[in-house]
């Protein structure tokens, strides 16, 4: 055989080869790839910040003691604090009575934009004081500083009587007329044992020895006048130190918290509907439509509170869950209401505001790829392999999209099997 004739068969059966190759190249492309199902964890989440609101009680003395605690410590009411000597408290308990007597004279207490009208409109006067002060003090015009200094004062006064009045919050003049009542009976010393009851504290908890000045405007009693407005505006507020006392006693209430989050409206959060739903058959069960007696019906009646749905957030890496108890509309945002009760993370008796992890979605089901889905009637459907060759057509609810893929929720899908076989692009 010639060389000639042999390299002409050479590249016959060259093409042949390649022609081969390019159609099973074709072929595998083309082919129905499958893959087997099993359910799996599926879950989204959003990064936010999360408002920290505790049950927490201020004591301000006007005298330094020696305390037997340390603070971060857990103390109970009747536990003794501290041997010092007697310690007065005319001062703590009348700066107190002022406190309500200003709500009263003002009917401050049937207001619900304190803070927004009254906090910001002061500071601006203060500010303009401030520089008519120094003014003042460069021209040595000692008649006009004793006038704007007085003015000075008296807004600070009615700042601070505006700040410390939101741990009243709720309350009506009945109930303030009481509590006046209440504290003008305190007697004036301790004794020489301290307690958490004798400071006039009402719970057991964590105890420490200073104040951030957010006591007031965060705690429990203002639950259902938080709005993403107001928690904006605490963004501007600096606190107050206690720089004015000798000695500070808080003490934390660790039985309970509660995580106020801002969320776009357009965040999608399963237990939604659920919260909504059985908060309304709570507030009719208990005859209310005060949503601070439905909140404290939640803390006290356990088993209300497990009927309300899970939410789960993670926070430092650690998962932690909590009762979702509200969820309330703003324009284009909503305010999420969580209360912590069986798991309370640590580091949320020290900080006021915390980056959280918060899982808006989660569930267990088949993540499967979008081309997958096939319309029959209509509806949407997956076509499963039976038996090596034969196709089975199931309907199939979609219930979350991610990208390339969808999620098939188990419990709403029960005519999918474990371990079927799916064709992924029919």
Known sequence: MSNKKKKSQNTVWMGLAIVTIVILLWVNHNSKKVELLYARQY??????????????????????????????????????????????????????????????????????????????????????????????????????????NSEKDQLTKKKSYILKSFQYLGADEESLLELKKEYSSQNDTTGSKITAKKLNISFPGYIYFQSDGYESLLNANILQYLTPEYIRELENYNGNDDSNYKQTVKIIDDTYMYLSIILPKEVFLRQEEQVLKVKEQIMESIKTKDLNTYYHHLNNQF????????????????????????????????????????????????????????????????????????????????????????????????????????????????????????????
């Open 303 to 426: 088993g209300d509170l497990r009927a309300m749905p899970m939410i789960s957030f993670h926070y430092n890496e650690d998962n932690y869950k909590g009762h979702a108890i509200d969820i309330v509309e703003y324009g284009q945002e909503k305010l999420l209401l969580i209360q912590l009760k069986e798991q309370l993370p640590p580091d949320f008796y020290t900080q006021r505001q915390v980056d959280i992890d918060l899982v808006t979605y989660s569930d267990t089901g088949y993540i499967i790829p979008k081309k997958s889905i096939v319309q029959k009637d209509g509806k949407d459907n997956i076509i499963i392999m039976s038996k090596g060759s034969l196709k089975e057509y199931i309907e199939v609810k979609i219930n979350r999209k991610k990208g390339k893929d969808v999620f098939l929720d188990k419990t709403d899908n029960k005519d999918i099997k474990e371990g079927a076989t799916l064709i992924i692009n029919p």
């Open 43 to 148: 879950s989204e989440s959003y990064e936010t910040q999360a408002l920290v609101i505790r049950n927490e009680e201020v004591a301000h003395l006007d005298q330094q003691i020696d305390f037997e605690v340390k603070e971060g410590q857990r103390v109970g009411l009747n536990q003794t604090l501290s041997n010092s000597s007697s310690i007065s408290f005319s001062d703590y308990f009348n700066r107190e009575i002022d406190i309500i007597n200003w709500l009263i004279d003002n009917k401050a207490y049937q207001k619900e934009n304190l803070f927004s009208n009254d906090i910001e409109k002061i500071d601006k006067e203060i500010e303009k004081l401030n520089s008519d002060i120094k003014w003042a003090e460069n021209f040595g015009n000692e008649k006009k500083l004793k006038v704007l």
